[in-house]
């Protein structure tokens, strides 16, 4: 319990962490070695003190044995010169040695450290956007709250649970953000957790007065009324509800006034509830999206299956693959969209996110007005740029990019490395620039981006598909493996059927890179055609 509140009494806005730590697993990991380095420095200060009591104990059972005998005879005991000696030692001498050691802080150790630690932990935004990754896990696979917070998820090794409080806080989280439909979700669970009979420091008349009013922003004022009811039974003086009961009367009668007025002699009429609220980061094609995520939805006709293969491939008789072809799959036609196995070793995994690790920050998108790279709220991953020059790995993967596709990569962008963390998502997006972003890669001077090569860098245990709602198709993630697709038709027209997005990651972690390449050099690698479509 004690680390608890130090803990939550050291999560504060001032912290000097650097903020997204949600976003990425390998800065998760690293908060993981802090915490343990903490709980380690909290045994030996417990120990401390520990020894320091039995100390202090041990002076006392010696004295409480010697004033016990002195107070049966006092005089006597003091007629003794050893024991008038030893009177005016102790009470010279030793009574002041343990008045300085009950003084004594043992407590430098611990607080010296966490204050190290301490410019490393998250933040407030750290905190919330962990909380919204989570709605965004519940919304793109259908969980329910209890399911959550029982830790029922695919594929996980450490099962965990959230208690009532942990609940009431991700709906707080909600309902600052003014999203009223995840609040009533987590206040509700967060209630029938309590009235399961869970000890909690969270009491219900608290849930109630967040559920109440968060169903009352969504438009079901018959609910909140009978919450505010529910909460006023259990608080009959809370300020905030009577004042809520009131108006709530107010409006509702209101309302059934209108609905006589409106429906004449039907009078028993009654008020139909508005229609619930939905996610505040409601997308168009969302519904598309995120069935294809749950592996649901995918336009994949036996027919069109038939004419999707497996072959080796050489590289259009590159000397380097003619001896050791590589694994060529279809995982689509049109666009269509080529996976190769095996084409990445564990070894160059591991070196790439080595180089990849110390620089990983934010993942930036580019702004279509401006045409410079910026954060944006769709993009929930850190990422990193890596040079050919750096390292001769990078230098390998960047040419076999270009002997496999046959396109040139010294115009193309470096490689991006990126790694999603808790809910790491890139939503539904284009990578090439359309004609309404004219200044989008003026900057690079190198056209448009022609294709996008992805390496896939780790296993997902859930969730992390490579999804395209236009299609609806759905790629998933397998270490070792990399898809290849055009971004524009031969003529240089956009082909907008490569609209993708990168799904949530459920459960696990998942590392990519991948390689934009641009058009130009390519104009004899790729040379155009008379169509507008091919």
Same mark, same amino acid.
């Given at each position: 319990?004690?680390?608890?509140?130090?803990?939550?009494?050291?999560?504060?806005?001032?912290?000097?962490?650097?903020?997204?730590?949600?976003?990425?697993?390998?800065?998760?990991?690293?908060?993981?070695?802090? #915490?343990?380095?903490?709980?380690?420095?909290?045994?030996?200060?417990?120990?401390?003190?520990?020894?320091?009591?039995?100390?202090?104990?041990?002076?006392?059972?010696? @004295?409480?044995?010697?004033?016990?005998?002195?107070?049966? =005879?006092?005089?006597?005991?003091?007629?003794?010169?050893?024991?008038?000696?030893?009177?005016?030692?102790?009470?010279?001498?030793?009574?002041?040695?343990?008045?300085?050691?009950?003084?004594?802080?043992?407590?430098?150790?611990?607080?010296?450290?966490?204050?190290?630690?301490?410019?490393?932990?998250?933040?407030?935004?750290?905190?919330? *956007?962990?909380? /919204?990754?989570?709605?965004?896990?519940?919304?793109?696979?259908?969980?329910?709250?209890?399911?959550?917070?029982? *830790?029922?998820?695919? &594929?996980?090794?450490?099962?965990?649970?959230?208690?009532?409080?942990?609940?009431?806080?991700?709906?707080?989280?909600?309902?600052?953000?003014?999203?009223?439909?995840?609040?009533?979700?987590?206040?509700?669970?967060?209630?029938?957790?309590?009235?399961?009979?869970?000890?909690?420091?969270?009491?219900?008349?608290?849930?109630?007065?967040?559920?109440?009013?968060?169903?009352?922003?969504?438009?079901?004022? %018959?609910?909140?009324? @009978?919450?505010?009811?529910?909460? @006023?039974?259990?608080?009959?003086?809370?300020?905030?509800?009577?004042?809520?009961?009131?108006?709530?009367?107010?409006?509702?009668? /209101?309302?059934?006034?209108?609905?006589?007025?409106?429906?004449?002699?039907?009078? %028993?009429?009654?008020?139909?509830?508005?229609? /619930?609220?939905?996610?505040?980061? +409601?997308?168009?094609?969302?519904? /598309? +999206?995120?069935?294809?995520?749950?592996?649901?939805?995918?336009?994949?006709?036996?027919?069109?299956?038939?004419?999707?293969?497996?072959?080796?491939?050489?590289?259009?008789?590159?000397?380097?693959?003619?001896?050791?072809?590589?694994?060529?799959?279809?995982?689509?036609?049109?666009?269509?969209?080529?996976?190769?196995?095996?084409?990445?070793?564990?070894?160059?995994?591991?070196?790439?996110?080595?180089?990849?690790?110390?620089?990983?920050?934010?993942?930036?998108?580019?702004?279509?007005?401006?045409?410079?790279?910026?954060?944006?709220? +769709?993009?929930?991953?850190?990422?990193?740029?890596?040079?050919?020059?750096?390292?001769?790995?990078?230098?390998?993967?960047?040419?076999?990019?270009?002997?496999?596709?046959?396109?040139?990569?010294?115009?193309?962008? #470096?490689?991006?490395?990126?790694?999603?963390?808790?809910?790491?998502?890139?939503?539904?997006? $284009?990578?090439?620039?359309?004609?309404?972003?004219?200044?989008?890669?003026?900057?690079?001077?190198?056209?448009?981006?022609?294709?996008?090569? @992805?390496?896939?860098?780790?296993?997902?245990?859930? &969730?992390?598909?490579?999804?395209?709602?236009?299609?609806?198709?759905?790629?998933?993630?397998?270490?070792?493996?990399?898809?290849?697709?055009?971004?524009?038709?031969?003529? &240089?027209?956009? =082909?907008?059927?490569?609209?993708?997005?990168?799904?949530?990651?459920?459960? *696990?972690?998942?590392?990519?890179?991948?390689?934009? !390449?641009? #058009?130009?050099?390519?104009? $004899?690698?790729?040379?155009?055609?008379?169509?507008? !479509?091919?």
């Amino acid at each position: 319990m004690i680390w608890v509140v130090l803990m939550m009494a050291i999560l504060l806005p001032q912290s000097l962490a650097h903020p997204g730590f949600f976003t990425s697993i390998g800065q998760m990991t690293d908060l993981i070695h802090n #915490e343990k380095d903490l709980v380690t420095s909290l045994k030996d200060y417990i120990k401390a003190e520990e020894d320091k009591l039995e100390q202090i104990k041990k002076w006392a059972e010696k @004295l409480d044995r010697l004033t016990s005998t002195a107070t049966k =005879d006092p005089e006597g005991f003091v007629g003794h010169p050893v024991n008038a000696f030893k009177l005016m030692k102790r009470l010279n001498t030793e009574w002041s040695e343990l008045e300085n050691l009950i003084l004594k802080d043992m407590s430098d150790g611990f607080i010296s450290n966490l204050t190290i630690q301490r410019q490393y932990f998250p933040n407030d935004e750290d905190q919330v *956007g962990a909380a /919204k990754a989570l709605f965004r896990l519940q919304d793109t696979y259908n969980l329910d709250t209890n399911t959550i917070s029982k *830790g029922n998820l695919p &594929g996980v090794q450490h099962k965990s649970f959230l208690s009532a409080e942990d609940c009431f806080e991700l709906g707080k989280v909600a309902y600052t953000e003014a999203d009223y439909y995840h609040t009533e979700l987590w206040m509700e669970q967060a209630l029938t957790q309590l009235e399961e009979g869970e000890l909690s420091t969270v009491d219900k008349v608290s849930v109630l007065d967040y559920l109440s009013y968060a169903v009352y922003q969504q438009g079901d004022l %018959d609910k909140a009324l @009978l919450l505010t009811k529910r909460l @006023l039974e259990l608080d009959p003086e809370h300020q905030r509800a009577n004042g809520n009961l009131v108006y709530f009367e107010y409006i509702m009668s /209101k309302e059934k006034d209108a609905n006589k007025s409106a429906s004449g002699d039907q009078s %028993d009429q009654k008020t139909t509830p508005k229609k /619930k609220g939905i996610a505040v980061d +409601y997308l168009p094609e969302r519904q /598309k +999206y995120e069935m294809l995520c749950r592996g649901e939805g995918i336009k994949m006709t036996p027919r069109r299956q038939k004419r999707l293969f497996c072959r080796y491939h050489d590289g259009n008789r590159n000397p380097k693959f003619i001896l050791a072809p590589v694994k060529q799959e279809d995982e689509w036609d049109k666009p269509r969209i080529i996976r190769f196995h095996d084409i990445i070793s564990d070894a160059e995994i591991e070196i790439v996110k080595d180089l990849a690790k110390p620089r990983l920050s934010r993942a930036t998108v580019h702004d279509p007005e401006t045409g410079k790279l910026t954060t944006a709220q +769709y993009r929930v991953s850190k990422s990193a740029w890596l040079s050919g020059y750096e390292d001769p790995v990078v230098s390998r993967i960047n040419m076999r990019i270009q002997d496999l596709t046959g396109l040139d990569v010294s115009t193309a962008e #470096e490689l991006q490395v990126a790694n999603y963390g808790v809910g790491g998502q890139y939503e539904p997006h $284009f990578d090439f620039a359309r004609k309404d972003e004219p200044d989008a890669f003026r900057e690079l001077g190198t056209g448009n981006r022609i294709a996008t090569w @992805l390496f896939y860098m780790s296993d997902v245990s859930a &969730g992390g598909a490579t999804v395209f709602p236009e299609v609806g198709a759905s790629v998933w993630p397998k270490k070792g493996t990399a898809v290849f697709w055009y971004n524009l038709f031969a003529s &240089g027209e956009g =082909d907008y059927s490569t609209r993708h997005a990168a799904c949530p990651v459920l459960v *696990g972690n998942k590392w990519v890179s991948n390689k934009w !390449l641009h #058009e130009r050099g390519q104009e $004899f690698r790729r040379p155009c055609t008379l169509s507008e !479509l091919e």
